[in-house]
């Protein structure tokens, strides 16, 4: 499948349940995200699909350890020459090939117990190691692709991150500290829940028109208003919690 295009030079990449993100800049491919193992083909073929190989990656962002973000990093580390950027936090999961933290419970509400059953609480709980070479934290502007400035977003897991692109009236790579499945909600699974509402809270003072998540569509305009409606007040946040998915 092709990558869709966001907005001009950044694409989705659907990884079969979980998206991928390519950036593409003067100073080359950046990758967010590696899917699940053995994703590395299809990455290829989208790569293919606008011209490159994965030879023309130049960096890898991994947003968090969990094997849907994870997975396909050490396949690709043999494939590509990238250097690989992630928060402190996750660093030693992935390079001790440990997925997900036993303390990850399910987000209060039917549905996303039942989500979680289903899916996050099946997830593979392992991967293959992988070394990362950079180490990022909150504030980091990321010296490539026109400048991702890093947020942490822990809560989801401990060394989540965010990226913010400033192009196109900013672009809020949001990793799992959401999802927009059907509509903007909570993520059915936290290794703290109120620190994700926290990062949450922090992601809304933020100033973006698009934001893309792990899972589920874009949202491709005014997206920090929705980010504030739902999440940029306690008060107002702490009410909304049990009508999440």
């Known amino acids: 499948m092709s990558p869709t295009p966001i907005v001009p030079n950044l694409y989705v990449i659907d990884l079969g349940g979980v998206n991928a993100y390519l950036i593409v800049s003067a100073d080359g491919l950046t990758l967010i995200d590696t899917g699940y193992a053995r994703s590395a083909e299809r990455i290829a073929h989208a790569l293919g699909a606008l011209g490159y190989t994965l030879a023309d990656l130049a960096q890898i962002v991994v947003t968090h350890a969990h094997a849907d973000h994870a997975g396909g990093l050490a396949e690709l580390q043999t494939r590509t020459s990238a250097s690989v950027w992630m928060h402190l936090l996750d660093i030693p999961l992935v390079e001790s090939g440990v997925a997900m933290r036993p303390s990850t419970q399910s987000t209060p509400g039917l549905i996303n117990k039942i989500i979680y059953r289903l899916t996050i609480a099946r997830a593979p709980k392992t991967l293959t190691p992988a070394t990362i ?113």
């Open 133 to 245: 070479d950079h180490v990022v934290d909150d504030g980091a502007i990321l010296p490539f692709a026109g400048g991702l400035r890093v947020i942490h977003t822990p809560g989801h897991s401990a060394g989540q991150i965010a990226l913010l692109w400033p192009a196109h009236g900013g672009v809020l790579l949001a990793a799992d500290a959401a999802i927009n499945v059907v509509g903007l909600a909570l993520f059915p699974a936290y290794e703290n829940l109120l620190q994700g509402q926290e990062s949450l809270s922090r992601l809304a003072a933020h100033e973006f028109a698009v934001a893309c998540f792990g899972h589920g569509r874009p949202i491709t305009s005014a997206a920090a208003r929705r980010f504030r409606r739902k999440w940029g007040h306690p008060s107002r946040r702490s009410r909304a919690t049990p009508r999440n998915l």
